[in-house]
């Protein structure tokens, strides 16, 4: 398992202390194997130091490597290894440099889906945004960090266990929020068959989330990871724009049963651009390639525009083309209905939320858990201001 070749890494450069400019360079990789059925992948660190008589900084990654030959991969970690120790002396105060230049000559050759970095002269470094540098320049599409906000490896805690995915933009997390992270997740182990310590929930943190007119704003992701670090929650951060890209790289970690959470809106949205883009052929395959034998997609209802009409899957607006396949779906549990949802809370939005923090608004407390609300408060994110100071 990948989790027990990180700690014979760690050990490894846990006792070398270099005493002067010295580095340290340690690595435990597992190569493609001979019928080609394992992927290559593995640890690289870096103990260093830049001044003397100053403690010494760790820098850590996991590498998946993409070449089909044994000597091509080996060539590919070499160049990383340079990279690695040209980045420590050169690109220490710099982060998105440093991260990038981990895919100089091997761009195409390796994926780096998490990089630690400790020690004095990366003090300042913020490990969430190291994960979404990671995915925003391109080196991986899948990046994690946990509730105190540290890079994670899915091989360190998610191996056969089951895991629920929760997607959403979460600015701000609100109470609908909470509910469904609560009753959904309870389905799922329920569904699963699995206790707390055999399963995991988890969001996720899409790019296209992210973005907006101007582009990613790291303030507003930041303020987004605090609520949902607050909420106790462990964090995907991906370039995935539908979820088959997740499911493909949650695929080397052998998980048990996979569900993911979505509004029934985007549910809808969903199936009906699927159709729409391989309605002359490709229909079967794609869909396919989603609802695969161990996932199972939960879908959490909503109000329509007039906020008076509940949408759930009995009334799920998709093309009438598609019926028969959303039918068979439902019928076979691949897609199932949330239950004992809160139907109190479903007209509260996110958005109208999150304008009356940035106006300054009355009230808006209400629609969020304290914690949240008063992290908000505490550390004035989303544009927060105190008008009565």
Same mark, same amino acid.
């Given at each position: ?10 050990? +490894?450069?846990?006792?070398? =202390? ?19 059925? $394992? ?33 091509? *991969?080996?060539?590919? @970690? ?28 091997? +761009? ?19 490990? =969430? ?5 990671? $995915? ?39 109470? $609908? ?9 309870? *389905? ?28 990613? +704003? ?12 607050? /909420? ?8 995935? &724009? ?16 996979? /569900?993911?959470? @979505?509004?029934? =809106? ?5 199936? &009906? ?23 199972? $997609? ?13 949408? &759930? ?77």
């Amino acid at each position: 398992m990948l989790d027990h070749e990180y700690h014979l890494l760690h050990s +490894r450069l846990k006792h070398e =202390r270099p005493s002067n400019l010295f580095f340290v360079f340690a690595d435990t990789i597992a190569s493609l194997n001979y019928q080609r059925t $394992v992927k290559g992948h593995g640890w690289l660190g870096v103990r260093f130091q830049l001044h003397p008589n100053r403690e010494p900084n760790d820098f850590v990654v996991h590498v998946k490597m993409l070449d089909n030959d044994p000597q091509q *991969q080996q060539s590919a @970690i070499g160049v990383l290894g340079v990279n690695m120790i040209y980045a420590c002396f050169n690109h220490y105060g710099d982060q998105k440099a440093l991260i990038e230049s981990l895919h100089d000559g091997i +761009r195409e050759r390796v994926t780096i889906d998490l990089i630690r970095l400790s020690g004095p002269d990366f003090a300042e470094i913020d490990s =969430r945004l190291v994960c979404l540098d990671m $995915v925003r320049l391109g080196l991986t599409d899948v990046a994690m960090f946990d509730e105190h906000g540290q890079c994670i490896h899915a091989s360190e805690f998610l191996y056969k266990k089951s895991l629920m995915v929760v997607r959403g933009h979460f600015r701000p997390p609100t109470l $609908v929020t909470s509910d469904v992270f609560d009753v959904a997740y309870k *389905q799922f182990m329920s569904d699963a068959g699995a206790d707390g310590e055999k399963s995991e929930i988890m969001a996720e943190l899409t790019l296209d989330y992210l973005g907006s007119n101007g582009g990613i +704003r790291d303030q507003d992701y930041l303020d987004r990871a605090d609520m949902l670090c607050a /909420g106790r929650q462990k964090v995907i951060v991906s370039n995935c &724009t539908n979820h088959i890209g997740l499911i493909h790289y949650l695929d080397d970690f052998r998980i048990s049963t996979l /569900g993911l959470v @979505i509004g029934v =809106r985007e549910l809808s949205d969903l199936i &009906t651009n699927k159709y729409e883009k391989h309605k002359e052929g490709m229909l079967l395959a794609e869909f396919g390639q989603l609802f695969t034998k161990n996932l199972r $997609v939960y879908a959490y209802p909503a109000l329509s525009d007039d906020l008076k009409t509940l949408i &759930t899957l009995e009334n799920l607006p998709i093309p009438s083309g598609i019926e028969f396949l959303v039918k068979f779906l439902i019928e076979n549990h691949f897609i199932v209905s949330v239950r004992n949802y809160n139907s109190e809370i479903l007209s509260i939005m996110p958005n109208d939320i999150f304008q009356m923090i940035q106006s300054g608004t009355l009230g808006w407390e209400r629609f969020l858990p304290d914690v949240l609300a008063n992290k908000i408060k505490e550390k004035s994110l989303f544009g927060y201001c105190n008008t009565n100071l």
